[in-house]
């Protein structure tokens, strides 16, 4: 969408403070760590704003070596209770950025 009044200079400062302000709230995501846990807290995963986990912590209380699938399905719901928190971290902090670019949906 180019400005109206033809001044493309402005324009294109514009467009190049949103991409600094993107790529700002890009790298301040990446070095964000959420957690998210399970099972009344005894399952803990870390994840990055990029995804990558970090760390899982598991309380010896949730493990019987009887039934591990048991703590396989809350190790899952720990990594996914984290993976949901980044998801809601990236939209509140590239939401207000991605409605200044027209509302397009931006990768992430």
């Known amino acids: 969408m180019l400005p109206s009044d033809g001044d493309m200079s ?3 400062a514009q467009a ?3 991409q ?3 790529l ?4 301040e995501l990446a070095e964000t760590e959420v957690t998210g846990t399970a099972g009344g807290d005894l399952v803990e995963a870390r994840v990055l704003g990029t995804g990558e986990l970090v760390g899982l912590l598991i309380k010896p209380e949730a493990v ?3 039934d591990t ?3 396989a399905d809350l190790v899952l719901a720990a990594v996914r209770d984290a993976n949901n928190k980044v998801q809601a971290v ?4 590239l939401g207000p950025l991605a409605g200044g670019l027209g509302g397009g949906g931006l990768p992430f």
């Open 69 to 71: 699938e048991t703590l």
């Open 64 to 66: 019987d070596p009887e």
């Open 90 to 93: 990236t939209a509140a902090k």
């Open 20 to 22: 600094q302000q993107l």
């Open 24 to 27: 700002q709230a890009q790298q």
């Open 10 to 12: 402005g324009f294109l």
């Open 16 to 18: 190049q403070a949103m």
